[in-house]
């Protein structure tokens, strides 16, 4: 469901342009001031910005340009000052429309029509809903999801036809139909409000609202008003009473992403409404009656989360009752071509100008590890289209693959040209990554003749995705990883080269890695904090 925001200092105009859009088919927010709005776009981007021209605290026209504007939000300007030269300006400056008040319902719905979503395919419901037992006794055919993923490579709003995207679809499937609570992880990327859009498309909810709240980007101090409303007259500025996201998703869905940011006080209410379904607006003795499904969302490991104090044990297992982990790119590089013409095909259209991919490129790309996931494929994918000029898009503007770590150059160390010792190869910055399942752990033998150098070496196959993707597009094989240590180096930088390079072999699983090194996950993570925020001394005191 798109998302509509009525700029609007008249708050009576504000309310009858709410009704006139109809909260039925659009989530819709309500903005009195420019502050108001740019606080408003920063909690959930619109789709649609229904802008008033004069406010109190500027123009309208302050916001064209304003970089705390999406720039997937279009702006339609609705004013009752109208002139030949403002709507001349609105235009010139990127306005998708002019609106004149009092604003004609026909011109208003042709605007609209443009970003209501179809739903061709999808069996239209009433009110009821289908849940447990009820929604296993559906017929495939019937099933919400049914007509949906009926294209290869394809679920929704998802892409790729990959192992691990099989089973992520598989399990969006079976909860979809339901009201239960879901909790997505995943790293920072990989797509988790798109999974929460299609949860809600394929819903039995789909006609009510859905509203995203990134719990880290609103002030500790508003949260609350927003999460759950303030009546007139609660604090100060609190000159009118405002419904908050459970009022504003009633019957539909509430994605709530990053919620280990969100304060351990407003857990503890997060948790009471969970459980009994009230809450109470800021300021305010009556208690009111949710009908909403929530779906959390975090890119960190949850129990790591609760062991830092970030994210309270019974909010966990409250929001834990349908977990679904989102798998990184770099463990479906096979989906990564997929993925890469759908977002050209998209810039290509929205840009009127068709490119594609050449053979070369697609290799390219998909031999990469995206530490940035979709995300940063997106983004490589915009970044060759505008540099490239001709139709087809090379590798010369995507990202390299980097290069395995036993033929990484790297400077020699002073003692290596002393006794004529191997190199000791440069690490690479490695990527933030979420939790992933433990698995077998892999063998580190260690050999200390008495005359060479320590060189412990770790021995492990490629990844099964990487492999597959390396027989589809004939990639290189990838080499057991070796690191050797002079004499002259300190533990500490002997130390972080081992840790490092375990990492990365064992795919950035965090818990396999503390298994293979023989540490806890706890020492893991203080480990490689310390080296992303270069606290780490190189000195053998630190651990002695």
């Known amino acids: 469901m798109n998302h509509v925001l009525i700029v609007d200092d008249d708050a009576d105009s504000a309310a009858t342009m709410r009704e006139l859009v109809g909260v039925d088919r659009f989530s819709v927010a309500v903005a009195h001031t420019l502050r108001d709005a740019r606080r408003q776009m920063a909690m959930q981007p619109p789709s649609l910005v229904l802008l008033d021209l004069q406010l109190p605290d500027g123009n309208g026209m302050d916001l064209f340009g304003d970089q705390q504007v999406p720039q997937d939000s279009q702006i339609v300007l609705v004013t009752g000052h109208a002139s030949l030269d403002s709507s001349i300006e609105a235009l010139r400056r990127g306005a998708m429309d002019y609106l004149v008040k009092p604003v004609g319902i026909?011109?208003?719905?042709?605007?609209?029509?443009?970003?209501?979503?179809?739903?061709?395919?999808?069996?239209?419901?009433?009110?009821?809903?289908?849940?447990?037992?009820?929604?296993?006794?559906?017929?495939?055919?019937?099933?919400?999801?049914?007509?949906?993923?009926?294209?290869?490579?394809?679920?929704?709003?998802?892409?790729?036809?990959?192992?691990?995207?099989?089973?992520?679809?598989?399990?969006?499937?079976?909860?979809?139909?339901?009201?239960?609570?879901?909790?997505?992880?995943?790293?920072?990327?990989?797509?988790?409000?798109?999974?929460?859009?299609?949860?809600?498309?394929?819903?039995?909810?789909?006609?009510?609202?859905?509203?995203?709240?990134?719990?880290g980007a609103i002030s500790p101090h508003l949260i609350e008003s927003e999460i759950f409303g303030h009546e007139k007259g609660s604090?100060?500025?609190?000159?009118?009473?405002?419904?908050?996201?459970?009022?504003?998703?009633?019957?539909?869905?509430?994605?709530?992403?990053?919620?280990?940011?969100?304060?351990?006080?407003?857990?503890?209410?997060?948790?009471?409404?969970?459980?009994?379904?009230?809450?109470?607006?800021?300021?305010?003795?009556?208690?009111?009656?949710?009908?909403?499904?929530?779906?959390?969302?975090?890119?960190?490991?949850?129990?790591?989360?609760v062991a830092s104090g970030k994210l309270r044990e019974d909010l966990l297992y409250r929001l834990n009752v349908f977990p679904i982990e989102l798998p990184p790119l770099r463990e479906r590089l096979t989906d990564v071509p997929l993925l890469a013409q759908h977002f050209m095909e998209a810039i290509s259209q929205r840009e009127g100008q068709a490119k594609q991919f050449t053979a070369s490129a697609l290799k390219q790309l998909a031999q990469y590890s995206w530490p940035g996931n979709v995300r940063e494929l997106r983004n490589a994918v915009q970044r060759a289209y505008v540099m490239e000029p001709g139709p087809l898009v090379s590798q010369e503007w995507l990202p390299r693959p980097p290069v395995a770590i036993a033929q990484q150059p790297a400077p020699v160390h002073p003692a290596a040209h002393a006794l004529h010792l191997p190199q000791v190869p440069q690490m690479q910055h490695m990527p933030q990554a979420g939790s992933m399942p433990m698995s077998a752990p892999l063998t580190a033998p260690l050999t200390t003749p008495s005359t060479t150098p320590i060189t412990p070496t770790i021995t492990a196959h490629a990844p099964a995705d990487h492999a597959h993707a390396a027989a589809t597009y004939d990639l290189p094989d990838t080499e057991p990883a070796t690191i050797q240590l002079p004499i002259g180096m300190t533990?500490?930088?002997?130390?972080?080269?081992?840790?490092?390079?375990?990492?990365?072999?064992?795919?950035?699983?965090?818990?396999?890695?503390?298994?293979?090194?023989?540490?806890?996950?706890?020492?893991?993570?203080?480990?490689?904090?310390?080296?992303?925020?270069?606290?780490?001394?190189?000195t053998d005191a630190e651990h002695g």
């Not at 407003?266 to 003795?285: A, C, D, H, P």
């Not at 533990?491 to 503390?514: D, P, V």
Request: aromatic share 8%; hydrophobic share 35%; net charge positive.
């Open 491 to 538: 533990m500490a930088q002997a130390e972080r080269l081992l840790i490092q390079a375990t990492l990365k072999q064992c795919k950035y699983q965090k818990e396999r890695t503390a298994a293979v090194l023989g540490i806890s996950l706890k020492t893991l993570y203080n480990r490689l904090r310390d080296y992303a925020g270069g606290k780490k001394g190189e």
């Open 106 to 215: 026909g011109r208003l719905e042709d605007i609209l029509s443009r970003f209501l979503i179809p739903t061709a395919g999808l069996p239209e419901t009433g009110t009821s809903t289908v849940t447990g037992a009820a929604f296993d006794q559906i017929t495939p055919q019937d099933r919400p999801g049914a007509g949906y993923c009926a294209q290869e490579g394809r679920f929704g709003r998802l892409w790729g036809g990959s192992a691990p995207m099989q089973r992520l679809y598989q399990q969006m499937e079976r909860v979809a139909g339901t009201s239960v609570t879901v909790f997505l992880t995943g790293e920072s990327g990989t797509g988790k409000e798109v999974v929460a859009q299609t949860l809600h498309e394929l819903s039995q909810r789909r006609s009510r609202p859905f509203l995203a709240v990134n719990c």
């Open 235 to 305: 604090f100060t500025g609190a000159d009118r009473q405002h419904q908050g996201f459970f009022e504003r998703a009633a019957t539909g869905t509430l994605f709530l992403d990053e919620i280990t940011e969100m304060s351990m006080e407003l857990q503890v209410k997060l948790l009471r409404v969970l459980e009994t379904g009230r809450f109470m607006r800021v300021g305010s003795t009556q208690t009111l009656q949710t009908d909403v499904r929530v779906i959390a969302a975090t890119n960190r490991c949850p129990y790591e989360a």
